[in-house]
């Protein structure tokens, strides 16, 4: 019978196979920390959600609602990847999120509208029941990370009991053909190249009750930041001065940590002398 000492043995060896795995692809390496930090994840992510882990019975099951049909008649499908866990005739479908579970619970609906497609997927077409639908939220709270940082056993054994990562999922029907017009109208912005940003006003709004703005929480993981008007201006008008904001912001590389880590990580997969030789 496999233990959880030779389960977290596993999880480091398939963890370092896979860093190996980025190297070997991107020739860029991740820094010991870093490293560290995602087999801290990934080790309390299983200790705290186990129970639900070795009951799982499908990984990875594909969803597909092929055939659907935009507000400007162009043909598109949806597809989602959801785990299902089957037991005493109950069937319970998961989907991971990499956010941290109190932004899920405060922007419920939105998560709620994908959701309820994925179960009307499993329900209609595939005519399978289904009793239940949650999210787990993998990444952990502050009170967590902080007590990683200081290395406070005590601390961190008080977080994780707190720390609840599975956030239930209303199923309502009724509300799935709203929301699959909706993928609809924004398929049809995406191929007429209609990509208009989120307001000024919205990027300095407070970001779901949350003491951070709308542009730190959400504009600051965007990629296409860089493009937005309405992020420049905002960078332009941030405190200390339009030139500093503005390269304070259209140049983030994040905190001098990330930064140094990063480069550390580079310097460890450089070749060596007798490999350029």
């Known amino acids: 019978m496999v233990n959880d000492a030779d389960i977290e043995k596993f999880i480091r060896e398939a963890l370092e196979q896979n860093f190996e795995l980025l190297r070997l692809e991107s020739g860029h390496s991740l820094s010991v920390g870093i490293k560290e930090t995602a087999f801290n994840q990934a080790l309390l992510y299983w200790r705290k959600l186990k129970d639900v882990a070795t009951r799982v019975t499908e990984t990875e099951v594909r969803l597909n609602l092929p055939g659907q049909t935009t507000p400007l008649g162009r043909k598109y499908g949806i597809e989602g990847i959801v ?5 005493d005739d109950r069937t319970v479908m998961y989907d991971i999120k990499t956010h941290e579970a109190s932004l899920v619970r405060e922007n419920i609906e939105e998560f709620e509208h994908q959701l309820n497609v994925y179960a009307h997927i499993w329900q209609n ?3 399978q029941p289904l009793d239940e639908v949650a999210i787990i939220a993998t990444a952990y709270p502050d009170g967590v990370k902080e007590a990683l940082a200081h290395r406070d056993k005590a601390q961190l054994e008080h977080e994780l009991q707190n720390w609840n990562p ?7 029907p009724a509300h799935v053909d709203e929301i699959i017009s909706d993928f609809g109208r924004v398929v049809d912005c995406i ?6 940003p989120a307001s000024l006003e919205k990027l300095k709004s407070r970001y779901s009750g949350k003491n951070t703005l709308f542009a730190t929480s959400v504009c600051r993981n965007c990629d296409a930041r860089f493009s937005c008007s309405s992020y420049h201006r905002y960078a332009l008008g941030a405190r200390g001065g339009a030139e500093l904001a503005l390269r304070q912001y259209i140049e983030d590389y994040g905190p001098d940590l990330d930064q140094q880590e990063w480069l550390s990580g580079g310097i460890e997969s450089a070749p060596s002398i007798e490999d350029l030789e």
């Open 191 to 196: 191929e007429n190249s209609e990509f208009e």
């Open 166 to 172: 599975l956030v239930e999922i209303d199923f309502n």
């Open 83 to 87: 785990d299902i866990v089957r037991e």
């Open 125 to 127: 077409l595939r005519d």
